[in-house]
């Protein structure tokens, strides 16, 4: 006896590393950093989403944000979820943003 099975795509997207984070977060990291926001202006947006990051690792990688912002994400992350990814927002976005193809 044979067992088969059919998948049956519906969407196909390839979505570059650089556009991979959260839209959300990567945004209100961009606002602060283009509002001219300063290193305590970064921890406190880290804290208030929640990241899993203590004081020392958020004062690093706010010093190192400032330096080197981050690219617009186009995924949605949710920790309520167990940090499971949702992809809505990137398929509506396929062959609309740099980074995001409709393959």
Same mark, same amino acid.
């Given at each position: &006896?044979?067992?088969? !099975?059919?998948?049956?795509?519906? /969407?196909? $997207?390839?979505?570059?590393?650089?556009?991979?984070?959260?839209?959300?977060?990567?945004?209100?990291?961009?606002?602060?950093?283009? @509002?001219?926001?300063?290193?305590?202006?970064?921890?406190?947006? &880290?804290?208030?989403?929640?990241?899993?990051?203590?004081? $020392?690792?958020?004062?690093?990688?706010?010093?190192?944000?400032? /330096?080197?912002?981050?690219?617009? @994400?186009?995924?949605?992350?949710?920790?309520?979820?167990?940090?499971?990814?949702?992809?809505?927002?990137? $398929?509506?976005?396929? !062959?609309?943003?740099?980074? $995001?193809?409709?393959?």
């Amino acid at each position: &006896m044979s067992k088969r !099975g059919r998948l049956n795509f519906l /969407h196909i $997207i390839y979505i570059d590393k650089l556009c991979t984070g959260d839209f959300q977060t990567t945004r209100g990291i961009r606002q602060i950093v283009e @509002g001219r926001g300063n290193e305590e202006d970064l921890i406190a947006f &880290m804290t208030d989403r929640n990241l899993p990051i203590d004081s $020392i690792q958020a004062k690093k990688l706010a010093a190192k944000i400032l /330096h080197s912002p981050p690219s617009q @994400g186009y995924l949605t992350i949710s920790n309520a979820l167990q940090w499971r990814l949702q992809y809505g927002r990137a $398929i509506s976005e396929a !062959g609309n943003v740099d980074g $995001i193809l409709r393959l």
